[in-house]
């Protein structure tokens, strides 16, 4: 319990990034020495900001022993870093959670075809019916459901999951003790029951805007493929794609309506080469051969009829509400492995020089973030690490802002994780 204390302590320090906490982790040895560390070799040895050691300026480990006692007392288990539980493919991702919180059990993941099940809040009938047929199936066939719980297509994958009898990681974006949101209160705790609730916030963590795009690493991080079922073209479940490609997970889509707007990102994720689904075994096929034994296709007509149930069926939880909702590195299957973003600008003959180009209206509609991104690139090709460094995001956040940037057409993505500006007069 003792050592437990430094890394959750290590974990729920304000201002630093989770590659520099494992910078830390690399120089000193362990979350205790890191603790103890003497400020002027924290600076030297790893070059950190004057922002960068606020957070070291008044150590007390309260907040740490407040946590571990509100864990205890509400049954919540703490897997640090080290511990063998620790999944080994969430731990080979670019930035994994330095300790991760848990309500539930945790199966054995890496021993699991685990697919990430993603989309939108707003979903339509159809997107919530395929939702819960994917997460009915891929349970059926032998795999593994892991999803955000978020309204809409996460909650519908959890509920076919949970109808096929299966187990669901449900990865949260916010504090392990919290329910957002509120109304998924029951899902939540049959979550719980079947499998685990995941988050990297401990208990009392306020939520936070950031929290959501940081989660989605680790949704695709558990996974070895991720499953989009309806994505408007600024979707959260499209960076949850983007950080699958990056981590090397295969990323696959279920078609919608040409014309539909909640599947413009998803259908755009197709035509740019993400393998078209319709069934839990079109994800699982191609991961057959790596779990022996486990993966198998079902009766396709009992599993078609069991998959939706009755419309009111209590086991998709809308009886339950505790509040109205809003109105509004693995191998992989076939190898997608780079998401091209296509803008709708032609190619010209002779490209305009840089130098005369007035910026000023062409970024007039980014975010802050994404100012600051555009402004570490100027004209040159910057790598990933670099932008993480220089505008002191999170690499979720970059991750998020690059995927929209793209997506606007104001940066493209060069070979080895290198960004670069791809503005041009119109």
Same mark, same amino acid.
């Given at each position: 319990m003792s050592t437990l204390k430094y890394w959750v302590w290590l974990s729920a320090l304000t201002g630093l990034r989770p590659k520099r906490r494992f910078e830390l982790l690399d120089t000193f040895g362990d979350p205790e020495k890191v603790y103890f560390a003497d400020e002027r070799l924290l600076r030297e040895k790893l070059n950190l900001s004057d922002a960068e050691l606020q957070p070291f300026a008044e150590r007390s480990l309260n907040r740490a022993e407040s946590i571990l006692e509100?864990?205890?007392a509400e049954g919540i288990y703490i897997v640090s870093f080290q511990d063998a539980i620790y999944p080994a493919r969430l731990k080979?991702?670019?930035?994994?959670? &330095?300790?991760?919180?848990l309500k539930g059990r945790l199966p054995a993941i890496d021993e699991e075809a685990a697919i990430g099940v993603v989309g939108t809040r707003k979903a339509t009938p159809y997107g919530i019916k395929m939702a819960r047929?994917?997460?009915?199936e891929i349970t059926k066939c032998g795999g593994l459901v892991v999803t955000g719980l978020a309204e809409g297509i996460d909650s519908a994958a959890a509920e076919g999951a949970l109808r096929a009898g299966g187990a669901v990681i449900g990865v949260l974006g916010c504090a392990i003790d919290d329910v957002f949101p509120k109304w998924n209160?029951?899902?939540?705790s049959d979550v719980t029951l079947s499998g685990a609730l995941v988050s990297e916030y401990p208990p009392g963590e306020p939520l936070g805007r950031k929290n959501f795009p940081e989660r989605n690493r680790i949704i695709s991080g558990l996974s070895i493929g991720v499953a989009i079922v309806e994505a408007p073209i600024k979707s959260g479940a499209l960076i949850t794609a983007t950080l699958a490609l990056e981590q090397g997970r295969e990323v696959f889509a279920v078609p919608g309506n040409a014309d539909a707007v909640n599947c413009v990102g998803s259908n755009e994720l197709i035509r740019d080469g993400a393998q078209l689904v319709a069934s839990g075994w079109d994800v699982l096929a191609d991961f057959a051969p790596q779990f022996s034994g486990k993966l198998s296709m079902p009766n396709p007509q009992r599993t078609a009829v069991l998959a939706h149930g009755a419309p009111n069926d209590p086991v998709f939880y809308e009886a339950k509400r505790t509040e109205e909702p809003r109105k509004t590195a693995?191998?992989?299957?076939?190898?997608?492995a780079k998401l091209r973003v296509k803008t709708d600008r032609k190619k010209v003959d002779n490209p305009i020089k840089r130098e005369y180009i007035d910026l000023r209206e062409q970024l007039s509609g980014l975010s802050e973030r994404q100012l600051k991104i555009v402004s570490v690139m100027k004209d040159k090709? &910057?790598?990933?690490?670099?932008?993480?460094e220089k505008t002191e995001l999170s690499a979720p956040e970059v991750l998020s802002e690059?995927?929209?940037l793209q997506i606007k057409g104001f940066v493209a993505q060069e070979n080895g994780k290198r960004f670069t500006?791809?503005?041009?007069?119109?």
């Open positions: 509100k864990c205890q080979n991702i670019y930035d994994p959670p &330095v300790v991760l919180y047929k994917l997460g009915y209160d029951v899902l939540y693995p191998e992989t299957g076939r190898g997608f090709s &910057v790598h990933i690490d670099d932008i993480i690059l995927t929209l500006l791809n503005i041009e007069k119109r």
